[in-house]
């Protein structure tokens, strides 16, 4: 009851602000050009410190209106040009033309253009810069530094945020939820998923991230589906620094690491690098981490083209927290580790390789080209107790009369692979009506799975390091695409953007017989979308969007079933919907989404013909909701940026099947218009910031997550209760004359020590003729705290 409380008083106040007055009184228009007296359509038009902006059109032409009586700094920003600010003084009606400079030097933010949604794409985004993201960087990983945006729930294995950390946006997880680096893919091609732990303190090499929920727009690699994640690092430093952050806190958690550029030295030529360590004990018993990675960036820059090689790699050891706290412990050890073998570990190495490359072929035409490696080798250790020898192809053994099956032994399960390809992207901007993207990519996995016997309490026939699997995988991704945006009037826009993609899979999985054999897999794509924005004036925007996303199953869907039994891929068909109002002193945004899966893959219980309980299609079910976001600068002192997003997320059928120990079969139960495993209704979250001095920011982060459920069924005895969570935020600058900045943050998570869980599993079945289940649940930290210093050169 108190959580539905204080959700309805939170949701009071963020109500109360569309109230807000307005003090509009002038105009002010103009052109935006360049140097050569060429119009500017894109250009990026706002006043600084405030949510007052316009994007030039076609002509290049720019209007604000409503603005109150007074001096204002005006920033105009194109990409490839210099940016221009400059004051302005506003007592009247008035005209003012720009024109902004060629940039001295070719910019990053070309490389990711294309992949990006942009104020035209008429698709549900948000971006998240360097200093947001440098606000919440104590020594989490990347995914917690993103909890307070819309949509968005994290989760910790470990509870502290550190180590193995996920992330859903609108229900949608890591295997559905595409993730690039500077355009080039990191989802694993096999899970799909995403492990933020093989990139530890990645979010310091960071510049920015653009988050896109349901289909969005076209990118590269697996899982483009229900979100994607664009994250670019490159940012040309022109100026050398040197910078060093040291944090701490509870569990034992530290980070440290240090930052250094060369700047833009002569001949055009920049040197970046990053060294991290990070450790943490966790809230979770024994549930350590142990993390170290670096990143070196090296690049040549000219007036038209410029090339980045990036190399950054991350090593991890932590101690596995997998399986969760079962639900009869949880009420008295919350922070229950079921593993005692000292060495119940993962280990992991990663290391990446992108050479990145983008020239101008002229005014309108640019080329954006980039090759990729990634390098992943590395085991995880486990204890395990009277396995069946036979299930590591080993003989009985036999002692006298005796016949021993089953042995006490510890195995190491490894993963050796190789990622590679290309990506690229041709960019036509003709300063007209029309700006466009051809683009695609090309990579190759190839995975070695094998597992090795450690040590036997009965060998058998067994010697050390024994391989008692051995599976090696291919699988090969294309895919084109083409994205065109056109002004179809002075108020009108539209987008078409059209993708192609093949994925073809070689792995070692069952006949009909029951047999490992190696199989293949070939599936081909057609992703459509389009929308249309329209601009009302220079204050609202209306949009709407159509858009399909079609996606394979993951490696286990594939090798725990035959041909005969295998599932099909997943479609979605995802409308969106939107109004967006940029005022004087707030911006807000409200969009409707309806996304309509057909052959959905999820778990239902049923065992395969191969013994697995592998996920199947459900035919249909469908995701629908509003998300709304507010920002607004109350006062000089006070802003508060919020977020709400209400939602259905329905399976129409689903059948669960249960194992019936009584029987010794299963059981079927249909359960008709069930909620989506593990997606709330409501979803929250809130910074509310206080800058009572010069330096000074204080705020409260509050985020509510509402219930889920961890089946499909709907079973109030298999679900996750709502949570609602503060932190509190202090941030002290300093500038003194032997640095550039000394920057103290200090971070007190869960100030009222909530007890909750973020995520979970869930076994039924049937016993003594009752159904019964068992609950698993993944605690997160109570009360506890980070503190930091950045010192910057």
Same mark, same amino acid.
Request: proline share 3%; aromatic share 14%; charged share 20%.
């Given at each position: 009851?108190?959580?539905?409380?204080?959700?309805?008083?939170? %949701?009071?106040?963020?109500?109360?602000?569309?109230?807000?007055?307005?003090?509009?009184?002038?105009?002010?228009?103009?052109?935006?050009?360049?140097?050569?007296? !060429?119009?500017?359509?894109?250009?990026?038009?706002?006043?600084?410190?405030?949510?007052?902006?316009?994007?030039?059109?076609?002509?290049?032409?720019?209007?604000?209106?409503?603005?109150?009586?007074?001096?204002?700094?005006?920033?105009?920003?194109?990409?490839?040009?210099?940016?221009?600010?400059?004051?302005?003084?506003?007592?009247?009606?008035?005209?003012?033309?720009?024109?902004?400079?060629?940039?001295?030097?070719?910019?990053?933010?070309?490389?990711?253009?294309?992949?990006?949604?942009?104020?035209?794409?008429?698709?549900?985004? *948000?971006?998240?810069?360097?200093?947001?993201?440098?606000?919440?960087?104590?020594?989490?990983?990347?995914?917690?530094?993103?909890?307070?945006?819309?949509? $968005?729930?994290?989760?910790?294995?470990?509870?502290?945020?550190? !180590?193995?950390?996920?992330?859903?946006?609108?229900?949608?997880?890591?295997?559905?939820?595409?993730?690039?680096?500077?355009?080039?893919?990191?989802?694993?091609?096999?899970?799909?998923?995403?492990?933020?732990?093989?990139?530890?303190?990645?979010?310091?090499? $960071?510049?920015?991230?653009?988050?896109?929920?349901?289909?969005?727009?076209?990118?590269?690699?697996?899982?483009?589906?229900?979100?994607?994640?664009?994250?670019?690092?490159?940012?040309?430093?022109?100026?050398?620094?040197?910078?060093?952050?040291?944090?701490?806190?509870?569990?034992?958690?530290?980070?440290?690491?240090?930052?250094?550029?060369?700047?833009?030295?002569?001949?055009?030529?920049?040197?970046?690098?990053?060294?991290?360590?990070?450790?943490?004990?966790?809230?979770?018993?024994?549930?350590?981490?142990?993390?170290?990675?670096?990143?070196?960036?090296?690049?040549?820059?000219?007036?038209?083209?410029?090339?980045?090689?990036?190399?950054?790699?991350?090593?991890?050891?932590?101690?596995?927290?997998?399986?969760?706290?079962?639900?009869?412990?949880?009420?008295?050890?919350?922070?229950?580790?079921?593993?005692?073998?000292?060495?119940?570990?993962?280990?992991?190495?990663?290391?990446?390789?992108?050479?990145?490359?983008?020239?101008?072929?002229?005014?309108?035409?640019?080329?954006?080209?980039?090759?990729?490696?990634?390098?992943?080798?590395?085991?995880?250790?486990?204890?395990?107790?009277?396995?069946?020898?036979?299930?590591?192809?080993?003989?009985?053994?036999?002692?006298?009369?005796?016949?021993?099956?089953t042995t006490d032994i510890i195995r190491r399960r490894w993963l050796d692979n190789d990622f590679y390809g290309s990506v690229f992207s041709l960019d036509y901007n003709g300063r007209g009506r029309l700006t466009a993207n051809f683009g695609g990519g090309w990579n190759q996995y190839k995975g070695k799975h094998y597992g090795e016997i450690i040590w036997a309490r009965f060998a058998s026939t067994s010697n050390i390091r024994q391989r008692y699997y051995d599976d090696d995988a291919t699988k090969t991704d294309f895919n084109l695409y083409g994205k065109a945006f056109y002004q179809l009037a002075t108020r009108l826009n539209g987008f078409v953007d059209l993708q192609v993609r093949?994925?073809?899979?070689?792995?070692l999985g069952f006949n009909s017989q029951l047999q490992n054999v190696t199989q293949d897999a070939s599936l081909s794509f057609f992703n459509p979308k389009a929308g249309l924005t329209y601009t009302i004036n220079d204050q609202n925007t209306l949009y709407g969007s159509f858009g399909v996303g079609n996606k394979e199953p993951n490696r286990d869907d594939y090798t725990?079933?035959?041909?005969?039994?295998?599932?099909?891929?997943?479609?979605?068909?995802?409308?969106?919907?939107?109004?967006?109002?940029?005022?004087?002193?707030?911006?807000?945004?409200?969009?409707?989404?309806?996304?309509?899966?057909?052959?959905?893959?999820?778990?239902?219980?049923?065992?395969?013909?191969?013994?697995?309980?592998?996920?199947?299609?459900?035919?249909?079910?469908?995701?629908?909701?509003?998300?709304?976001?507010?920002?607004? $600068?109350?006062?000089?002192?006070?802003?508060?940026?919020?977020?709400?997003?209400?939602?259905?997320?329905? $399976?129409?059928?689903? *059948?669960?099947?249960?194992?019936?120990?009584?029987?010794?079969?299963?059981?079927?139960?249909?359960?008709?218009?069930?909620?989506?495993?593990?997606?709330?209704?409501?979803?929250?979250?809130?910074?509310?910031?206080?800058?009572?001095?010069?330096? %000074?920011?204080?705020?409260?982060?509050?985020?509510?997550?509402?219930?889920?459920?961890?089946?499909?069924?709907?079973?109030?005895?298999?679900?996750?209760?709502?949570?609602?969570?503060?932190?509190?935020?202090?941030?002290?600058?300093?500038?003194?004359?032997?640095?550039?900045?000394?920057?103290?943050? %200090?971070?007190?998570?869960?100030?009222?020590?909530?007890?909750?869980?973020?995520?979970?599993?869930?076994?039924?079945?049937?016993?003594?003729?009752?159904?019964?289940?068992?609950?698993?649940?993944?605690?997160?930290?109570?009360?506890?705290? %980070?503190?930091?210093?950045?010192?910057?050169?």
């Amino acid at each position: 009851m108190k959580n539905t409380t204080t959700y309805r008083v939170f %949701l009071a106040l963020w109500l109360g602000l569309f109230a807000l007055p307005a003090w509009a009184q002038f105009t002010l228009s103009g052109t935006v050009k360049d140097a050569g007296g !060429g119009t500017l359509p894109g250009a990026a038009v706002a006043i600084e410190g405030t949510f007052k902006g316009a994007i030039a059109d076609a002509g290049g032409a720019y209007k604000l209106t409503n603005l109150p009586k007074g001096t204002y700094q005006l920033r105009i920003s194109l990409v490839g040009y210099e940016p221009v600010t400059q004051p302005v003084t506003i007592s009247q009606n008035q005209s003012l033309n720009v024109s902004l400079e060629k940039s001295v030097v070719a910019v990053d933010e070309v490389v990711v253009s294309a992949t990006r949604a942009n104020e035209k794409s008429a698709v549900a985004y *948000t971006n998240v810069t360097q200093r947001d993201i440098r606000k919440l960087n104590l020594g989490q990983d990347l995914p917690m530094m993103l909890n307070f945006t819309p949509s $968005v729930v994290t989760t910790s294995d470990a509870g502290a945020g550190v !180590g193995y950390t996920g992330i859903r946006i609108r229900g949608s997880d890591a295997t559905r939820v595409n993730v690039t680096l500077n355009g080039i893919p990191y989802n694993d091609a096999e899970s799909q998923g995403t492990f933020w732990v093989n990139m530890p303190d990645f979010s310091s090499s $960071v510049s920015s991230i653009q988050i896109q929920r349901g289909v969005g727009t076209s990118t590269n690699g697996a899982g483009a589906f229900g979100a994607s994640l664009n994250v670019q690092t490159n940012q040309l430093n022109r100026e050398p620094l040197a910078e060093v952050n040291l944090s701490g806190g509870s569990f034992n958690t530290r980070k440290a690491n240090i930052l250094a550029s060369s700047g833009l030295l002569k001949g055009g030529f920049v040197m970046d690098a990053r060294l991290s360590a990070i450790k943490s004990d966790g809230y979770i018993d024994r549930a350590f981490s142990d993390l170290k990675s670096f990143y070196v960036s090296g690049g040549w820059y000219g007036k038209k083209s410029f090339v980045r090689l990036n190399v950054f790699s991350g090593k991890e050891q932590t101690y596995q927290a997998w399986n969760g706290v079962p639900e009869a412990i949880l009420a008295t050890n919350r922070r229950y580790n079921e593993y005692t073998y000292d060495n119940e570990t993962d280990n992991y190495q990663q290391d990446q390789y992108q050479l990145i490359t983008s020239h101008e072929l002229s005014r309108s035409w640019r080329l954006n080209v980039s090759a990729f490696y990634t390098k992943g080798r590395g085991y995880y250790e486990q204890y395990r107790e009277g396995e069946k020898l036979s299930k590591y192809s080993l003989p009985n053994v036999i002692i006298g009369r005796d016949t021993i099956r089953t042995t006490d032994i510890i195995r190491r399960r490894w993963l050796d692979n190789d990622f590679y390809g290309s990506v690229f992207s041709l960019d036509y901007n003709g300063r007209g009506r029309l700006t466009a993207n051809f683009g695609g990519g090309w990579n190759q996995y190839k995975g070695k799975h094998y597992g090795e016997i450690i040590w036997a309490r009965f060998a058998s026939t067994s010697n050390i390091r024994q391989r008692y699997y051995d599976d090696d995988a291919t699988k090969t991704d294309f895919n084109l695409y083409g994205k065109a945006f056109y002004q179809l009037a002075t108020r009108l826009n539209g987008f078409v953007d059209l993708q192609v993609r093949t994925v073809n899979y070689s792995f070692l999985g069952f006949n009909s017989q029951l047999q490992n054999v190696t199989q293949d897999a070939s599936l081909s794509f057609f992703n459509p979308k389009a929308g249309l924005t329209y601009t009302i004036n220079d204050q609202n925007t209306l949009y709407g969007s159509f858009g399909v996303g079609n996606k394979e199953p993951n490696r286990d869907d594939y090798t725990q079933s035959t041909p005969t039994s295998r599932p099909k891929h997943e479609s979605l068909y995802d409308w969106e919907a939107g109004f967006k109002r940029q005022a004087q002193r707030y911006a807000f945004t409200a969009n409707a989404y309806y996304m309509n899966y057909r052959n959905q893959l999820v778990l239902t219980g049923q065992i395969n013909d191969v013994g697995a309980y592998n996920r199947v299609n459900v035919p249909n079910s469908y995701r629908a909701g509003v998300e709304l976001e507010l920002a607004t $600068v109350l006062s000089r002192q006070w802003r508060w940026n919020v977020n709400a997003t209400f939602s259905q997320n329905k $399976v129409k059928t689903f *059948t669960e099947y249960l194992d019936n120990f009584d029987t010794g079969d299963q059981r079927a139960i249909t359960h008709t218009n069930t909620d989506i495993s593990f997606s709330p209704s409501v979803i929250a979250g809130s910074q509310f910031m206080y800058t009572p001095v010069k330096n %000074l920011e204080l705020s409260l982060l509050t985020k509510y997550v509402g219930k889920q459920y961890l089946d499909n069924t709907q079973n109030e005895s298999r679900k996750l209760n709502p949570y609602f969570v503060n932190d509190i935020r202090l941030i002290y600058t300093l500038k003194p004359k032997f640095a550039d900045t000394i920057e103290f943050t %200090l971070l007190l998570n869960n100030l009222f020590s909530e007890l909750y869980e973020s995520n979970g599993y869930t076994y039924a079945y049937i016993s003594e003729g009752k159904v019964q289940a068992d609950n698993w649940y993944f605690p997160q930290a109570t009360r506890n705290f %980070l503190a930091g210093v950045r010192l910057r050169f």
